[in-house]
């Protein structure tokens, strides 16, 4: 990661810390809390890319018939617009 990534990802995870804290983000709209309950060994299969956590999320919003708007789409056409 570059100086300004680091730079970019200090403020982006300041701005959502403040969020939290204020309330104006409800934590399971959160992306800081998303692998909170995430086993360790879970972890450390997704940031070594033995796991990918992008095409188990594309499984998941299909097997709920979202689409890429994130409304209902129906289970075909979401599997078919995640690549399914």
Excluded: C, Y
């Excluded at 969020?19 to 070594?48: C, K, R, S, W, Y």
């Excluded at 209902?72 to 056409?77: K, L, Q, S």
């Amino acid at each position: 990661m570059t100086a300004n990534k680091k730079i970019d990802r200090k403020a982006e995870v300041a701005a959502l810390n403040a969020a939290a804290m204020d309330g104006t983000l409800p934590d399971d709209l959160n992306p800081l809390f998303v692998f909170q309950m995430t086993h360790n060994e879970l972890l450390v299969a997704i940031a070594t890319g033995k796991i990918d956590a992008v095409q188990l999320a594309r499984e998941e919003l299909a097997n709920r018939g979202m689409g890429k708007t994130g409304t209902w789409v129906g289970f075909d056409r979401a599997a078919s617009d995640w690549g399914l």
